[in-house]
């Protein structure tokens, strides 16, 4: 078996609590790294905006360009280790803004960057009395593509958090080649999380009968926002194969692609979908 072909990988997922402390984020991320390493995990999920969660008027001066050394430590480790890193998502500085990316990042064993993902659906929660409560637009610019690629003889698509209500996204990204596995890096609220996190990923999994790995944020980042917790790993039958619950932490699981040609046999919605009717 080679690199390029592996049937089989275990994956671990981090839950943070990230804060408007930049350094103590990477230190805790990097310890979960390492943590997930020595517990043999293959390939490694950080949540999003790991490396910083904070007021949106901090947010370029806690930002970097995808050669910053955020992305040099992440590299070197899985260089090091022999190891895939999902980089979650981190602040990105923009050319021409006052306003940053969401981005994510994935390291290959060798340490080379292979996917590169900004986030393109921005939350904006706004309450019955017209207040804003979540308002990412406010510091955040959209991206703009998709990000599909294959790792080790896996087709991965990347979304982030909030992309997780917009199924034509996941179907898009699965249009030409059946996905295998959606990486979907969050901080997603406590307040929405509750009803609707578990529903939404495994949504997302059994609509593409593939593996959703979701690595989310838990706890409070700062006055008024907290995310859910419960990093999750589901298959591509809807089941929850690990979680990490309401608390930072690593969790492990092992995915199979025999798990997805058996799922895919059993229910050919795939090739049932009528695309000639309904997308380009």
Not at 261 to 277: E, F, G, K, Y
Request: one cysteine or more; glycine letters at 6%.
């Amino acid at each position: 078996m080679t690199l390029s072909n592996k049937p089989e990988i275990q994956v671990a997922l981090c839950s943070v609590t990230a804060t408007p402390d930049k350094k103590l984020n990477i230190d805790n991320a990097t310890k979960f790294i390492h943590e997930s390493i020595h517990r043999g995990a293959e390939w490694i999920f950080l949540p999003e905006m790991f490396s910083y969660h904070g007021p949106y008027d901090r947010l370029i001066e806690n930002a970097e360009g995808e050669d910053g050394p955020l992305n040099e430590l992440l590299r070197s480790i899985a260089q090091k280790h022999k190891v895939v890193i999902f980089a979650g998502s981190a602040p990105e500085k923009t050319v021409h803004s006052k306003k940053v990316y969401n981005t994510q990042y994935v390291f290959d064993r060798v340490g080379d960057l292979v996917a590169k993902y900004r986030k393109l659906h921005l939350f904006n929660l706004i309450s019955s009395e017209g207040q804003k409560l979540y308002c990412e637009s406010d510091g955040y610019e959209s991206g703009n593509d998709y990000s599909v690629f294959d790792l080790e003889g896996w087709r991965v698509g990347l979304a982030t958090c909030y992309d997780l209500r917009f199924p034509e996204m996941f179907r898009r990204m699965a249009s030409k080649t059946p996905i295998d596995l959606f990486a979907i890096p969050s901080a997603f609220t406590l307040q929405t999380g509750t009803y609707h996190w578990h529903l939404l990923n495994r949504a997302r999994a059994v609509e593409n009968l593939c593996y959703v790995i979701a690595a989310n944020q838990v706890g409070v980042h700062q006055p008024g926002k907290a995310s859910f917790g419960h990093a999750v790993v589901i298959d591509p039958w809807g089941n929850i194969v690990a979680d990490t619950g309401n608390r930072t932490g690593v969790i492990t699981a092992q995915i199979s692609k025999e798990q997805i040609v058996h799922w895919r046999a059993q229910l050919p919605a795939l090739s049932n979908c009528r695309t000639d009717l309904f997308q380009n």
